[in-house]
């Protein structure tokens, strides 16, 4: 699977942001989708996941101001993300998990940089 993610950038403390991630094949295939996240200096990070069946899952530090969702006929995912914070900053990977258990796949990363 070949994901492709964008829509980082330039946010200032408080906006928002709407990332996105697109497979190459139909996500209902993918078992869990994801974003994680990485600091300069910190271990990556799970942000958000949804599950094939659209379960979603939320790191604490962005619960009740990021959210996930997905678009089947895209074969996409996004995290929108709200109120964000100087934390927040660092570069978004997308993640896709299938279901044999070597199945793992991270998309290119995409900075997210949080500066007034």
């Known amino acids: 699977v070949q994901l492709q993610a964008s829509g980082g950038g330039l946010v200032q403390p408080g906006g928002s942001l709407r990332l996105s991630c697109t497979a190459s094949?139909?996500?209902?295939?993918?078992?869990?989708m994801g974003w994680y996240r990485q600091a300069p200096g910190k271990y990556r990070e799970l942000v958000a996941d949804?599950?094939?069946?659209?379960?979603?899952n939320y790191g604490d530090s962005v619960k009740g101001r990021f959210t996930i969702s997905r678009d089947t006929a895209k074969n996409t995912v996004y995290l929108q993300m709200n109120n964000i914070k100087s934390e927040d900053a660092a570069v978004y990977y997308c993640?896709?998990?299938?279901?044999?258990?070597?199945?793992?796949?991270w998309g290119k990363g995409t900075q997210v940089t949080v500066s007034s």
């Open positions: 949804i599950t094939s069946d659209g379960t979603t």
């Open positions: 993640n896709a998990e299938g279901y044999e258990f070597d199945e793992d796949w």
């Open positions: 094949r139909s996500i209902f295939s993918i078992k869990v």
